[in-house]
């Protein structure tokens, strides 16, 4: 038997960690952390060790498939790849030509290797409908970060200037226990947060971090905004605020104080619940330890106010001069020599430049939302339906399963239902894959080569093919492949995949194979850089009033807005849906809605949970593991009660994403647990467009076992009236 064991960089969440992967007789048998790393030392979650599961999965799509029935009806031919590639460009080109490019739109899911070439072709194309789930995840604090200080600041717990943090927020973010965030794996987190001095946590629910923590601030879910002010006018009004770096390196510092004068830790106390001394005591903690780092995670993007509440949270780190200093949040030196194709650090990776100038003017939203980086998902799939301004003909998605992924999923099933063509490519067939006229099969990272640097920023990392199976293919080089048989050379230039790679390393000195020996190349890391060129803002300066957000007609100092569906907005709901629902806390075992049909996940995480107080449940007769309804004014579904003391009384937690993949297709069953039914038509951030997926309205009483009900009744109910 032949053994090998290769550096590798996984991807089954975000790409950070570095890993070895062994093989027998060339098949992968096991992954494991790589202890060399210094990205992860050794660390590994449960999806990294699951990748094997997941490169042989039986039920992997292995070959381009063609539908062969009636849209949903599961039967597919399978084709060559030249036959699939061949009939994309004839039909977008004849879209392109009969209707203008915007009629094709494009859909990617959460950030992954193709970010950036996804983006690109769209531009390259024409279209200006390119959508996703950026609105509310990561990319309104990465544009606020660029609009307040030219680069998104990130925690410094590598140590790389002598110091690590010696207090550390977490703010609505668990990577100890999801993996990865932000470039950063959770086990690195986890020994910075035990090297810490002073803990502070602010979630809804007590994560692991708060068990020990010096605070854990148990807000009302939504209501981070408030909080955030208060904690800015406690630093202000105490004279707790780093006056060299606020007076030197920083503009709008004096409209700040006047402006927070009135969200005093007593005005935020209603509001988010918490004692105003415990707001000051928290504020007062992060203030006066120092070095101060802050991780901020999804909580923050998924709410109605994810624009202001990211500038309050960058003021907070500018007020106590910790942008940019050992153990603080800094700003990423990248590697020299290494083309930076990370879209979070050269926007002309996503190809802007190649877009027509008439498109914007042609996207279905409008651009009504300033600060929304992408078409707004809710309002393309509204258009989708009801033609308005226009139709949508075609509909590439990459890495997505919007049925689980996107609010009002029955809309989003009548919308792609309505299109002429779709095209998904995916690891498998899922509910949304169902719907195709083609299915592309994709690459998993096992079988991918990459120099790796979407969101680590300070290093790049190799990405080493070690498997093929079937006619997988990278979607880059698919992507490559496409564009080239409709002549977008100029945006494509590159031959291949392997080419692009090796241009991307050519100022290096080592092509792709020289790199791979390498595993790792890292920038050197230089701090307090502002103090010679100061921050890539309009002003030079960390913009406390942003004049670009000025400019956009949005506020240039942070404001707070009440969730749309919340105790406060709606209390005349109250009597019928008495509790508040937070949705979206990371599960450890899944990426989103990947990794149900792993095994070794699945039998880790099987059913779908709510979490409810043990006081409660009671009052509701509800016992752990119950089968229970969560319903909304919008519609219901079922998930398993799990009784959690981590929570306040009135508070629920509904996980996301769930779909079954062991049931039947088409359906698979997605409609039966999938929380984004719970919300359908809502207020949206004026800047951005996100929904509050965080906090709204809901009621829990008793179900059925489904697997009893199911034949006595259908999945699923026709959505309720709106309530809102």
């Known amino acids: 038997m032949h053994k090998r064991v290769?550096?590798?960089a996984c991807r089954m969440c975000h790409g950070v960690c570095q890993v070895l992967v062994h093989l027998e007789d060339g098949r992968v048998v096991k992954v494991t952390g790589d202890p060399d790393s210094p990205t992860s030392r050794g660390y590994i979650c449960p999806?990294?060790?699951?990748?094997?599961?997941l490169l042989y999965h039986p039920d992997r799509v292995l070959h381009p498939l063609r539908r062969a029935g009636e849209r949903g009806e599961n039967r597919w031919e399978r084709i060559s790849w030249d036959d699939a590639l061949d009939e994309m460009a004839r039909r977008l080109a004849a879209i392109k030509e009969e209707s203008g490019p915007e009629y094709f739109a494009m859909l990617q899911g959460t950030g992954r290797p193709y970010t950036g070439y996804t983006t690109r072709f769209a531009n390259a194309f024409g279209t200006p409908n390119?959508?996703?789930?950026?609105?509310?995840?990561?990319l309104p604090r990465w544009l606020v970060s660029l609009y307040t200080l030219g680069q998104l600041p990130i925690c410094d717990i590598y140590g790389f200037g002598g110091e690590y943090p010696a207090c550390i927020v977490l703010w609505g973010c668990d990577i100890a226990r999801s993996g990865a965030s932000d470039g950063m794996c959770g086990g690195m987190f986890q020994r910075a947060l035990r090297k810490a001095d002073k803990v502070i946590v602010v979630d809804p629910r007590r994560i692991g971090a708060a068990e020990k923590a010096d605070h854990w601030l148990q807000l009302r879910p939504g209501s981070d905004g408030a909080l955030a002010l208060a904690m800015i006018n406690t630093i202000i009004t105490e004279g707790l605020v780093d006056r060299d770096f606020v007076d030197n390196y920083t503009v709008?510092?004096?409209p700040l104080a006047e402006h927070a004068a009135p969200f005093t830790p007593e005005w935020a106390a209603p509001i988010t619940r918490l004692d105003p001394e415990e707001i000051r005591a928290a504020a007062r903690t992060y203030a006066t330890i120092s070095p101060a780092c802050m991780q901020w995670g999804n909580a923050v993007d998924m709410s109605a106010c994810n624009v202001q509440t990211a500038r309050s949270l960058l003021i907070l780190r500018a007020l106590t001069g910790n942008i940019d200093r050992p153990g603080g949040d800094v700003l990423w030196v990248p590697p020299a020599g290494v083309k930076q194709r990370s879209v979070?650090?050269?926007l002309e990776v996503p190809g802007l430049q190649f877009?027509?100038?008439e498109a914007a003017s042609r996207e279905v939203d409008g651009g009504r939302y300033p600060v929304c980086p992408i078409t707004h998902p809710p309002t393309l799939w509204r258009s989708m339906v009801e033609g308005d301004p226009y139709r949508i003909r075609a509909m590439w998605i990459v890495g997505s399963n919007p049925l689980l992924t996107m609010t009002d999923p029955r809309r989003t099933e009548r919308a792609l239902r309505l299109l002429e063509y779709l095209v998904v490519s995916d690891f498998f067939l899922t509910p949304t894959a169902q719907l195709a006229d083609l299915v592309l099969p994709a690459a998993t990272w096992l079988e991918q080569e990459d120099v790796v640097n979407l969101h680590k920023i300070w290093c790049v990392l190799a990405r080493v093919k070690v498997a093929q199976v079937g006619e997988a293919r990278d979607d880059?080089?698919?992507?490559?492949?496409?564009?080239?048989?409709?002549?977008?050379?100029e945006a494509f230039p590159w031959k291949s995949w392997r080419e692009h790679l090796d241009w991307a390393l050519e100022e290096t000195g080592v092509d792709f194979d020289g790199f791979c020996e390498l595993g790792i190349i890292q920038g050197e890391m230089r701090y307090r850089k502002y103090r010679e060129q100061g921050f890539a803002t309009a002003s030079g300066k960390f913009e406390i009033y942003s004049s670009v957000l000025e400019s956009m007609g949005v506020s240039p100092l942070p404001v707070y807005r009440e969730p749309p569906l919340s105790p406060l907005s709606r209390p005349e709901l109250c009597g019928d849906y008495p509790l508040i629902l937070t949705t979206g806390a990371k599960i450890r075992e899944f990426f989103h809605s990947e990794g149900r049909q792993i095994a070794s996940l699945r039998d880790k995480h099987p059913d779908p949970l709510v979490e409810i107080h043990p006081e409660t449940a009671a009052s509701l007769d509800i016992g752990e593991g119950d089968w229970v309804w969560v319903e909304t004014p919008r519609d219901r579904i079922r998930m398993r009660a799990r009784l959690f003391d981590g929570i306040a009384p009135d508070v629920v937690s509904a996980e996301h994403a769930w779909w079954f993949p062991e049931e039947e297709p088409p359906e698979y069953g997605w409609r039966r647990s999938n929380v984004n039914l719970l919300f359908g038509k809502m207020e949206f951030d004026p800047d951005s467009g996100s929904e509050s997926l965080r906090s709204a309205l809901c009621r829990v009483y008793k179900s059925p076992d489904p697997q009893v009900s199911?034949?006595?009744e259908r999945e699923g109910h026709d959505e309720k009236p709106n309530g809102e």
């Open 710 to 712: 199911r034949g006595k």
């Open 476 to 489: 880059r080089e698919v992507i490559l492949d496409l564009a080239h048989r409709l002549g977008l050379w």
């Open 355 to 357: 877009r027509p100038p």
């Open 47 to 53: 999806k990294g060790r699951a990748s094997p599961e």
């Open 252 to 254: 709008g510092y004096e």
């Open 344 to 346: 979070f650090m050269n």
């Open 6 to 8: 290769l550096r590798s």
């Open 130 to 138: 390119f959508t996703g789930v950026a609105h509310l995840c990561y």
